[in-house]
């Protein structure tokens, strides 16, 4: 199996009504492991939330797989797919609860070594997806 390295962060498109920035992005080890989880698994997602079993950490399940609902906010949409191919879109869902706390930060998706949560897709490679947050660089971002 062949496998494109990705050379740059995928930055999110924006689904928040009145923001005109994006919240989200992928670093360039991110997008290289979830194109090769889309390989093997299909359509995407993530999910935050603010809880037990790693709830710092963004669990990355097959699109469908883990039901959102009014209590959730979908941070962005993340299109892995290569230049000048079909577009490959990861939605970020976040809890709403989750989400009032962190609504000052912007995220990067990144990848570290080590053991995950046993639910994320990544889990049996024996990496884990990590948030590394940084504060929005205005007040009342993206209005």
Known sequence: MSVTLATESVMALVTIAGESLPRVELAPVAV??????WDEHGPLMFHQSGGCCDGSSPMCFMAGEFITSDQDVLLGRLDIGPAGGPGQVIDFWMSAEQFAY???????????????????????RGVRFLIRSRLMETEVPFA
Do not use: I, N, Y
């Open 102 to 124: 962190w609504s000052h930060t912007f995220l990067t998706v990144d990848v570290v070594p080590g053991r995950g949560s046993g639910f994320s897709a990544e889990a049996p």
């Open 32 to 37: 290289d492991l979830l194109r090769s989880l």
